[in-house]
Structure formats: structure tokens, C-alpha cells
């Protein structure tokens, strides 16, 4: 016990060093301050098997460092957990890199740090192109167990070979990456486009979001298995979806989230979403662009986090075209606050434990393109 105490010791004074006071910021989004702490995602951490692993980042000088993350809340912060997606620019079989895992337990202060959380790799670690999938999407949808590769648990957008999006039962997710994969489907964009013969028979799903650049999150009231989609409208903007992932065919509620004429107060058409959160009830905010972070020396001149109270069909199943409402109540700019790393901003943003209980207010993560994870816990 002694020794796994001066290891956890050493391991947090490692964290600390990474993120010193004196490089601690702070931030003001809709009304809350919060403090910021920038770390490297190129930590040390513990498996349950004690072993020690170092995740490894694609070459800052080659690749952008980018990562997409989704928070789930446990029944105490240390049964909390923070995916990680990290993608590569290129299909470049020389570079290793962790394209997904999963670190469990949040310390007293809300951060997976070393001290506090273990990992899980998933696809066997770090590993190429091939083994991962360079994943630009993820949200774990539920913790079903039924048994080995049978549970649609786990929802990831995925660029290598024909884009799209997967769903993996968490117990079954070997290198290479459609080894177990449960269902596939292209992307709107290169949906009349397939490459690999397995999948010559598929199109993309009129009712989902059209992008590339897809975020998912829970409905205001979690059923655990339906979610609510955004994508890169094929018109500028934000389009948006329903999918009940039990089934293989979103709902028929596609919308426009950027249509002035449709919207009460639509999202803006010279804005790209690549993340998105669900808050409280009817709020989600969403993370978008005025160009894509999509690889090096991408500049974003402008990036905003939209407060967005969405109105959706009460059953989408009976619904239409135009059905998902957005109304934004509110935006806050990100280029030039404590936010900003790096001229390509951020691209991963996930929301956290309400910190303190019952305040309202949340821990809140991002995803730098660097190879920074920003922690932002409200003052």
C-alpha cells in the first residue's frame, strides 16, 4: 500500500508540473467563470492491472494532435469516465499513436489526472491507421451487457477508408477496426462514393446528419439507446437527426438547423459543428467553426460555443422533415481567451459533473488540437 501510495504521488506531481498555478487562466461562458488548466493528453497512467502505460500522440510536427471526447458520470466521481478519440490527418501506416481510450475516476477537482484515473485502450492501443480507424466522433451510449459483442454500447465516426459511423460492444473492440464492428454506414458525403467491396451495397441515411464532421448526445430524457445528431449541413451550417441505435435507420425528423425561414433563431450558416453537449433539459451547446479544425495549419479565425435550447418531436417515428427545432439563446467566442492553445482552436467538447451538486454548473473539457486536454471547473 506504501509503494502504490508513492507511486500515485509521483504520478500527480507529474500532472502538476505539467499544468504549474501560475499557467492556471480563467474563462467566462454564459454567466459562469470557470478556471483552466491546460495538460498534456501524453500522460503516464495506471491499468487495472497496475501496469503503466504513456499515451502516445501523433508527431506534433507532421499531424494535427486533435482528439473528440465524451464524458460519462458514474455513481461518484470515481466511477466518472473520459473517452478520448484521437485522429490523424493521414492515412500514414509509419505513425503509431492511442486512437481510443478511456480513463476512470475524476479526482476531488474533476480531473482525470494519474493520481486518480485508470485506463483502458481500446483496439489494442497504440497502433496505426488500420487499427483504430482515426476516430473523429464518439459517445458511449449506454452499459449494456447481454453478452461478448452482442451490445451496441458504443458510437464512434470514423475516417479511414470509407468515412462513417460504427457502433462497438465495449467488450469487443480488437485491432483492426471493423474486426467488431455491430453496423456501418457511409457518411453523406462519400456515400455514392464506397471503396471497400464489404460495403458496395450501402448509401448514407437520408435522415442523418449530412457531414463528415458528426457529434452525438443523449435526449433531454436519456432512454439510453436514442440519440440526437449533428452534422455539417449540406448547405452550411448544422443539420441534425434522431437514431434509436437499436435500430439501423435514423428517424424521418431531419432538419436544418441553419434554415432562417425554418428556425425560431437558427444556428449560423458560415458555422461548421464538430462537438456537441447535452447541459440541462432542453440545452445543448455546440462547438463550431468558421473553418473545420481538420489538420495542420488550419487557422480558425472564429470559434464559438452555441447555447442552443432544442424543441425535438415528441415521437420522431410519426414525424417529418423539419420536426428538430434550434433556438440559440445565446454564443460565446473562444479565439483569444484562455481556451485558445493553438491557431487551430479546439475540436472535442465535453461536459462534466455539476460542480458543486446542485449549483447548476458543470465541469467542462476540450479537446486541443495539440495535444492538450483544457479542464475548465466553474469557480
Known amino acids: 500500500m506504501k509503494r502504490m501510495s508513492v507511486a500515485l504521488g509521483i504520478l500527480g506531481l507529474v500532472w502538476a508540473a505539467a499544468s504549474p498555478a501560475s499557467a492556471q487562466k480563467t474563462v467566462k461562458l454564459f454567466g459562469t467563470t470557470y478556471n483552466v488548466t491546460v495538460v498534456g493528453r501524453d500522460q503516464t497512467f495506471k491499468k487495472v492491472d497496475g501496469k503503466q502505460v504513456k499515451i502516445q500522440l501523433t508527431p506534433a510536427d507532421t499531424y494535427t494532435q486533435k482528439s473528440t471526447l465524451f464524458f460519462a458520470a458514474g455513481a461518484d466521481p470515481s466511477k466518472d469516465r473520459l473517452l478520448v478519440g484521437a485522429h490523424s490527418d493521414a492515412n500514414d501506416p509509419d505513425v503509431l499513436w492511442h486512437q481510443l481510450y478511456m480513463l476512470t475516476g475524476a479526482g476531488d477537482d474533476g480531473t482525470f489526472s494519474p493520481a486518480s484515473a485508470t485506463l483502458t485502450e481500446f483496439f489494442g492501443g497504440a497502433g496505426d491507421y488500420l487499427a483504430g480507424g482515426r476516430p473523429l466522433g464518439v459517445m458511449l451510449i449506454n452499459d449494456e451487457e447481454t453478452g461478448v459483442k452482442k451490445d451496441r454500447n458504443l458510437l464512434l465516426l470514423q475516417w479511414t477508408n470509407d468515412n462513417g459511423y460504427r457502433l462497438y460492444d465495449l467488450d469487443s473492440m480488437a485491432p483492426p477496426y471493423e474486426t467488431d464492428e455491430l453496423y456501418f454506414r457511409p457518411t453523406g458525403p462519400v456515400a455514392t462514393a464506397i471503396t471497400e467491396d464489404k460495403y458496395m451495397s450501402l448509401t448514407g441515411d437520408e435522415n442523418a446528419p449530412y457531414g463528415d464532421e458528426q457529434a ?164
Open 216 to 379: 452525438w448526445a443523449p435526449l433531454p430524457v436519456n432512454d439510453g439507446h436514442t440519440v440526437l445528431g449533428i452534422g455539417v449541413s449540406v448547405n452550411g451550417g448544422t443539420d441534425a437527426g434522431i437514431w434509436d441505435t437499436k435500430t439501423d435507420k435514423y428517424f424521418p425528423v431531419h432538419s436544418e438547423l441553419s434554415d432562417t425561414a425554418a428556425q425560431p433563431k437558427p444556428l449560423p450558416s458560415d458555422r461548421s459543428p464538430h462537438a456537441m453537449v447535452h447541459v440541462t433539459g432542453n440545452e445543448y451547446w455546440i462547438l463550431a467553426s468558421d473553418v473545420v479544425p481538420t489538420g495542420l495549419g488550419v487557422v480558425v479565425g472564429s470559434q464559438q460555443i452555441f447555447r442552443v435550447n432544442m424543441t425535438l418531436p415528441a415521437d420522431p417515428s410519426k414525424g417529418k422533415a423539419g420536426d428538430i427545432k434550434a433556438e440559440v439563446v445565446g454564443s460565446e467566442e473562444l479565439v483569444g481567451t484562455a481556451l485558445q492553445t493553438n491557431d487551430g482552436m479546439n475540436y472535442g467538447m465535453a461536459i462534466g459533473r455539476e460542480t458543486p451538486a446542485g449549483s447548476g454548473k458543470h465541469m467542462l473539457y476540450f479537446g486541443t488540437l495539440d495535444g492538450k486536454l483544457i479542464i475548465c471547473t466553474p469557480q
